[in-house]
């Protein structure tokens, strides 16, 4: 008996949840503006809950740029919202998954080029024994949802490519070929 409770404390303390560490950068980088470079779309998706001292994930509204690639072994690449909504069911599988959690989440809407949206939080969070990511929210300044609040694709929490890198002794920045200062002029 002494055996099977040392096994299952063995097997509780490996897979239990990890206590979650995090840096708060949002002071160095709340209220920079950005604007899409491209077509988008705002997503029912998952990121982490900065709420929480645990690493959970929680449902979100999510931005991101096309084209998308899936993650299935087949490598589909949705290339705009039009082309989702030709076919909802087999995208939000390819997009998604099957499982039941995965039932919740779509994509919402198209973001037209050019929507401007402006930095509100960034965490440099730890997830368990996966290392640490960026968790980056922003406020959507103009279009059609002006003041919604959405999660930004960096490694860990994004349907797509991540627009940031993993953190590392480099500053937190968003990939140049999604989004652009709103103070730059385009070439």
């Known amino acids: 008996?002494?055996?099977?409770?040392?096994?299952?404390?063995?097997?509780?303390?490996?897979s239990a949840?990890?206590?979650?560490?995090?840096?708060?950068?949002?002071?160095?980088?709340?209220?920079?503006c950005y604007r899409l470079l491209r077509a988008s779309v705002l997503y029912k998706g998952w990121c982490v809950?900065?709420?929480?001292?645990?690493?959970?994930?929680?449902?979100?509204?999510?931005?991101?740029?096309?084209?998308?690639e899936t993650y299935d072994k087949d490598k589909n690449i949705l290339n705009s919202f039009a082309e989702y909504q030709s076919?909802?069911?087999?995208?939000?599988?390819k997009l998604f998954g099957t499982s039941l959690s995965s039932s919740k989440y779509t994509l919402v809407d198209e973001?037209?080029?050019?929507?401007?949206?402006?930095?509100?939080?960034?965490?440099?969070?730890?997830?368990?024994?996966?290392?640490y990511f960026w968790a980056v929210r922003a406020k959507i300044l103009t279009g059609k949802y002006k003041g919604k609040v959405v999660t930004l694709p960096t490694y860990?929490?994004?349907?797509?490519?991540?627009?940031a890198k993993r953190p590392s002794t480099e500053s937190f920045?968003?990939?140049?070929?999604?989004?652009?200062?709103?103070?730059?002029?385009a070439d």
């Open 1 to 14: 008996m002494n055996k099977c409770i040392l096994k299952l404390m063995a097997v509780f303390s490996l």
């Open 17 to 32: 949840c990890s206590l979650s560490s995090s840096q708060d950068y949002t002071s160095s980088y709340r209220g920079d």
């Open 49 to 68: 809950n900065l709420s929480s001292s645990f690493s959970i994930a929680s449902s979100c509204l999510g931005l991101q740029s096309f084209p998308i």
């Open 87 to 93: 076919d909802k069911d087999f995208w939000n599988k």
């Open 111 to 131: 973001v037209s080029t050019d929507t401007q949206f402006q930095i509100t939080q960034v965490i440099e969070q730890q997830w368990g024994t996966d290392g």
């Open 156 to 163: 860990k929490f994004h349907l797509g490519q991540a627009w």
């Open 173 to 185: 920045y968003l990939d140049s070929s999604y989004v652009m200062s709103c103070g730059a002029i």
